[in-house]
């Protein structure tokens, strides 16, 4: 099942795929597609089967499309997650290594990723994204597929600029107990990534999330990202190096998960045979059109405005 | 005026103090104080009002108290803000730097800190939060204290084993015209805090949210961090190097801020004539209650629970 949140009259809505061309809408009370996820089983069941045979049918083509959840708990992304890595990293942890971006950098399929040249060099992130249905902690990694309400499309729109001028080289405080302060200095880098992943649209995500019944196993998805047109990325989510079930049950023992949460399963990274390197794509200079394509569950479109 | 959230049977409800000793209750429709801020003053007023001449009164000792927002749209906190900072920084931004703490991570006043084994060290960060009333973008400078609704307390809890566990050592890869392939390797190191600063309890905040109109200055108040009743860290709201209107307005000009997100504004640093840095209270290993007070605001207090 494909379902999606849209903007009806200003108000926000529920679509249900009814097939290539058309969605059927949900009730008013599904404001989101975490409203609907966090209804018993059956009773959202009942609502899409009376939506699909006699609700209100709209065209695909003409919808405002919405993120998928409105302002979930949490979006945490995995840092680093593709088999292309290990070749780039010295040392680096052997755990999924995670960031939050917050809600509001979230925008819909086909709205504007707005950038203004301070940003500095802003590039796109293709990304698979998990949808929580089931929330909990300590999540057992054969446990942890049942938790996942579907899956979506998040482009993790990072600007390298930022990140490096929130980088801070300094000398952290660590406990030395034969120090007559107690403490000693130890030279370190810290970097802090709200404003670098965190901006305004920084976080395009959807159009659809598709139910895990409908994606048995999501490390066989090829995964692309093409800019006005030319493909940049050509890879699949096999070459994640923690597997979805891997990094939900790991976050889980840290932070709880909830329903409606996202998690962003990391850059997709393997170049196309005529792309470069998506950290190549400076969407500040280039403006455009970019897209990020993932088999069976849709394509997320967004335009650049410069301003 | 002193507002908070707590649990009645069960259910969140929302008070607000009435005497040092005593709270009153608001209707039922305020289930968190977001709830509260997001109405239009003259309707808000109006139901503090009528509780405080008639609502339900209960003994402030006996409280459940629960995060003042339930689920904020983001917990935004600004690295390294105290003037001691300067003289460990090599080099870093002349800007706040941020992160993003997940909603999940916050736990009321009085309620566990729960800590394993495993997190290693995790000391304490006492700090001022802000609470915003009206949302905005790009909000000037001079205008930024008129969209903070009132003031609290944040207890900003961080493991720096988990820090230095989930920064990475890598090749960042870069644009490079004259390169081959268009790139070039840049040794870098970033690192990721979802984990060291969003672990379940990690964030206490509260008890009270004190408006505004109580605080015309926020940089005037002394902030205390005190372990097992020995004051650690005694320090003022005047030795923040960048002001709540400051963080408030540069924040507001990358991510749009939302009523009932909050802003932590950095680690109060200055120790006690008898303590320590806040450093070497690693509450893994010694347990106890952590408690951090700001004059005007109140006090926030944790027991560890080792698990």
Redesign the interface.
Known sequence: MHIGSIEIDGSPAVVVRADEESAVVLPERYTDVESLLREPVDRRRAAVDEALRGGERLPIAGMTWLPPVG?P??V??V??NNSA?PD??????D?P?????????LIGHGRAIRLRPEFG?VHPEPELAVVIGQGG?DIPVDAALDHVFGYTIINDLTS?TM?D???????????DPAAP???R?V?????????YK???TFGPIGPWVVTSDAIPDPHTLRITCSHDGRLVTDDNTANLRFSVAEVVSF?SS?????PGDIIAMGTALKRSSAG??V??V?LTTLGGVIEVAIEGIGTLSNPVERR
Chains 1, 2 share one sequence.
Not at 97 to 105: C, E, I, L, R, T
Not at 165 to 175: E, G, K, L, Q
Not at 187 to 195: I, L
């Open positions: 302002r708990g949490k945490l992304c840092a680093l890595n780039r990293i010295l040392s680096g942890p755990t290594a995670m960031f939050v971006k917050p809600s509001s950098s060099r902690s390298p990140r001028a929130d980088t801070f080289h300094y000398r952290a405080i660590h406990p302060d107690g403490i200095y030279e370190s880098w810290v970097s802090y990534p709200a404003r965190g901006t305004d976050a840290y932070l709880t998960l909830e470069g390197a950290q190549n400076d």
